[in-house]
């Protein structure tokens, strides 16, 4: 079955509460969760007591978890998994987090794949994030937790071919797959859809080249063609509305409640027909 949620991450002055009451107003069954804006969870607590933690969040909120985006260190590059110096360290904190989200019912956890260090190639990189990847995707299956990366611009992961390789080299990672991050780069929606073997979240916004985020009427993304390419590639999971609000890309021009209803409109449409 999927399902329709929403990033808590897309109401910047929202706390996690509030996130949760909109999102069961709007008729929304289940939220992501990070460590980002008014919404965000207690990092150091998550780590130092993530079942009791866990808990108590699960208690105060209205609607499920539909996923944790997970940042080891407190920037996209500090830490990253293309850098192999941290990685005891990030296995250590990983644990962690995969009995968090086993404890609160996420399904799924996403991370992000890296970003070149220093003079590495690109093909090293990935390289480095493949070994990176192994031990946390195994520690993710004994826990339950399926471990997904998002591929992004300013990674080094920024086109179609060079995710599927990553899929490709490091068996049982999935993807939490947000279709602007490769169409802000003019690749068209159907390169995308070559990876949807290995689609197990989603985040959901209009883009197109040069724009990773616009209003519903004024991108390139056809959704109901796109929702059609997970039902068919047999996925079972949510589709995360992920309007924001931030400096990154200048995706500040949106009226995110606005476009967050009318996606879920249209996936409702799609779902009925």
């Given at each position: 079955m ?36 008014r919404?965000?969870l207690?990092k ?13 969040i ?25 850098d192999?110096a ?5 296995e ?62 300013h ?6 071919a ?9 068996p ?6 947000d279709?602007a ?11 995308i ?6 689609f ?58 606005t476009?967050?209803i009318?996606?879920?409109d ?8």
């Open positions: 999927i399902r329709f949620s929403v990033t808590s991450w897309s109401f910047p002055q929202l706390t996690l509460d509030e996130v949760g009451g909109l999102a069961k107003v709007l008729g929304i069954e289940a939220i992501d969760i990070g460590y980002f804006y919404s965000a207690d150091q607590r998550l780590l130092a007591a993530p079942r009791s933690y866990a808990d108590e699960k208690a105060r909120l209205p609607v499920a978890v539909s996923n944790l985006y997970h940042l080891f260190g407190n920037s996209v590059a500090e830490r990253n998994l293309a192999p941290w990685r005891k360290e990030n250590a904190d990983f644990s962690k987090a995969l009995e968090f989200c086993a404890a609160i019912g996420s399904p799924t956890i996403f991370i992000l794949p890296g970003v070149i260090n220093g003079a590495q190639s690109r093909s090293q990189a990935l390289a480095e994030t493949v070994e990176s990847l192994k031990p946390l995707v195994e520690a993710g299956a004994r826990a339950g937790v399926t471990v997904c990366v998002e591929p992004h611009v990674s080094y992961l920024e086109s179609p060079i995710t599927a390789e990553m899929c490709e080299r490091a049982g990672v999935k993807l939490a797959i279709y991050h490769f169409a802000v780069s003019g690749y068209r929606q159907e390169e859809d070559v990876l949807a073997p290995w197990a979240h989603a985040h959901l916004r209009q883009a197109r080249p040069g724009a990773l985020q616009a209003k519903m009427e004024e991108g390139t993304m056809n959704f109901p063609a796109m929702f059609s390419t997970f039902r068919d590639a047999g996925y079972q999971g949510w589709l995360s509305a992920e309007y924001v609000h931030q400096g990154y890309f200048d995706t500040l021009h949106e009226d995110v409640l476009e967050t009318k996606m879920r249209l996936f409702r449409t799609w779902s009925a027909a």
